[in-house]
């Protein structure tokens, strides 16, 4: 597996090598002031040079250092959306909670492999006591708002990012050992999806897909980038316990379900009248405008992989 991981992780360091020297001659040669998708497409090389540099040394650390960096992950993203919405100090016990308890316990399920738990403890028992705690304190002043921005918060940026390093809890046979490959295949081909259509929507967009809620996504966009990581997916099946086939359509449905969530969160960043999530990531902006495709997808490639692959 290490000659695997190697191999991929030398793979993109070529890629964006070779990204980030093509973006320094078109700024070079491009006149001044650089244009406004130039500096984007600068700012996301840069970006990605840190995310991979991070994978990098997360993966060399095994499930101990993934489980642990997507931990930070999920704290990170949770305060940005803490941050954005209402809340009152009669929610100031159930937040202290959704960072001190919530977080540090559907992590350690993940690492005991707790299956059971781990699939209903945010669903079920955190989205019954959460309201009910606030409730207690009598406050009702915009009480379904605060509750269902809570919900929603520890929903994304806790359940659906906890189901990344969950997938090294699997027993893919044939495929001992290797699980950290799985997460790999995943990130890439979701966020590799991300860039495709973000290069698809420049060179042909012409129709948007939802003016109202991401004015830059477009059908063209859309088509495209899903192709394109479908065929991405398909050369990466050699890490993957998938046929050449398998992987094509499981990479087109995280894509898919990726490109969903990057809607959705676009639709609440619009509600909340902000642009981005946070300012964590020069470019990017914050981790959940990094994590919102992965949101989606991860649950859904989880469920795949353990309904469809392992015993």
């Known amino acids: 597996m290490r000659h695997e991981i190697s191999i991929l992780i030398i793979g993109l360091f070529v890629v964006l090598s ?22 984007n497409l600068t700012q996301r090389i840069n970006a990605w040079w840190v995310m991979v540099a991070l994978m990098t040394v997360a993966f060399f650390f095994g499930r101990y250092g993934m489980t642990i960096l997507f931990a930070l992950i999920s704290f990170a993203a949770l305060r940005e959306f803490v941050t954005l919405t209402h809340s009152r100090r009669s929610d100031h016990w159930v937040l202290l909670g959704m960072f001190g308890i919530v977080i540090p316990f559907q992590y350690w399920l993940v690492w005991t492999a707790w299956y059971g738990l781990f699939v209903i403890f945010i669903p079920v028992y955190c989205f019954l006591l959460m309201p009910a705690i606030t409730a207690l304190h009598g406050d009702t002043e915009r009480f379904l708002e605060r509750i269902a ?60 897909f939802s003016p109202t809620v991401s ?37 087109f449905v995280a894509c898919a379900m990726g490109f969903l969530g990057g809607l959705v969160a676009s639709a609440i960043k619009r509600d909340q ?31 795949i992989v353990r309904y469809f692959w392992t015993v």
């Open 149 to 208: 921005a809570q919900q929603w918060a520890i929903m994304i940026s806790v359940y659906c990012v906890s189901h990344v390093p969950a997938l090294l809890t699997f027993n893919v046979p044939g495929f001992e050992g290797r699980n950290l490959l799985l997460i790999a295949f995943l990130i890439i081909v979701v966020q590799g999806s991300d860039v495709l259509q973000y290069i698809f929507g420049k060179l042909f967009g012409k129709h948007r």
């Open 18 to 39: 070779t990204a980030s020297i093509t973006a320094a001659t078109l700024s070079a040669r491009a006149p001044k002031p650089l244009s406004a998708t130039l500096v």
């Open 215 to 251: 004015p830059s996504k477009t059908w063209e966009g859309l088509i495209g980038g899903l192709v394109a990581s479908s065929l991405l997916g398909a050369l990466l099946s050699f890490i993957t316990p998938f046929s050449p086939l398998q992987a094509s359509a499981v990479a």
């Open 273 to 303: 009248g902000v642009k981005d999530w946070g300012h964590l990531i020069e470019g990017h902006g914050g981790m959940l405008d990094r994590t919102d495709s992965l949101v989606f997808a991860a649950p859904i490639f989880f469920h």
